[in-house]
């Protein structure tokens, strides 16, 4: 029998894009898996369209918050309710490619993985296509992950029966802090550099963005992972490098 797998989607206020997040889980090649929206109190419509499909398609379920909580509240309530062996995450306004389950399942299975992540591409807001691929390192240990984030949540599949006990932060970057923990249990977390989902760049200040997560990661080091100052600085220093690499496109 083919393993579970869990989908952690936190919704708010996503009624322009949650459809069409909803049919990239329909569309899997891999089906068993079961699809857990958990609707941290939108004011739109968006419950509304989920409890159409739930109609259609009894794998997708949904958890309505009692009031607005936050994403990293909404992904662990939905981590709490999942029954799958395997976790996986796509937030409601990002895409998967139909094979994404089936061939990240096998990644994991053959090599017996316990953490992954893959590659992804970026859409912008009206879902066209920003002809920019992220490709992802083939392994990723604690030292390397502090140097900053690789990878993008709505490609993680964790083997929850392996991993124990998941709980994201009520923080800024919480995936981010996530994946910390985890690799600092020591368990590696390997890329699988395939382009197997979609994730949507909202149109804000790129600069903007940056000095803020610059900012957040900073926080991380200090006030989450504790890091010395001395640490704290040199992480930031490879963090800064290799983003000014990125945006060179080297």
């Known amino acids: 029998m083919s393993?579970?797998?869990?989908?952690?989607?936190?919704?708010y206020n996503a009624e322009k894009y949650i459809k069409d997040t909803i049919e990239s889980v329909i569309n899997q090649s891999y089906?068993?898996?079961?699809?857990?929206?958990?609707?941290?109190?939108?004011?739109?419509?968006?419950?509304?369209?989920?409890?159409?499909?739930?109609?259609?398609?009894?794998?997708i379920k949904l958890v309505s918050l009692e009031s607005n909580r936050g994403v990293a509240f909404a992904r662990n309530t939905g981590i709490k309710a999942a029954s799958g062996e395997y976790l996986a995450f796509l937030d409601s306004d990002d895409l998967w490619k139909p094979n994404k389950?089936?061939?990240?399942?096998?990644?994991?299975?053959?090599?017996?993985?316990y953490f992954t992540f893959t590659g992804y591409e970026m859409i912008n807001n009206e879902g066209v296509k920003l002809n920019k691929i992220i490709k992802v390192p083939s392994k990723l240990n604690y030292k390397r992950l502090l140097?900053?984030?690789?990878?993008?949540?709505?490609?993680?599949?964790?083997?929850?029966?392996?991993?124990?006990?998941?709980?994201?932060?009520?923080?800024?970057?919480?995936?981010?802090?996530?994946?910390?923990?985890?690799?600092?249990?020591?368990?590696?977390?390997y890329g699988l550099n395939e382009n197997l989902a979609l994730y949507r760049k909202a149109n804000s200040s790129v600069s903007s963005n940056k000095f803020k997560s610059a900012i957040w990661t900073w926080d991380i080091y200090r006030k989450y992972q504790k890091l010395s100052s001395l640490n704290s600085l040199k992480c930031f220093i490879m963090y800064v490098y290799i983003n000014m690499l990125k945006h060179r496109g080297l």
Request: charged share 25%.
């Open 147 to 189: 140097y900053g984030n690789s990878i993008g949540c709505l490609t993680v599949m964790l083997n929850k029966s392996k991993i124990g006990d998941i709980e994201m932060p009520a923080i800024r970057h919480e995936d981010y802090a996530t994946w910390l923990n985890i690799v600092k249990s020591g368990i590696t977390a």
């Open 3 to 11: 393993e579970l797998i869990s989908i952690i989607t936190p919704l």
């Open 101 to 113: 389950l089936s061939t990240q399942l096998d990644f994991m299975k053959q090599n017996n993985y």
């Open 31 to 59: 089906k068993n898996w079961e699809m857990i929206i958990v609707n941290d109190c939108s004011k739109d419509r968006s419950q509304l369209i989920v409890e159409k499909y739930m109609e259609l398609d009894k794998r």
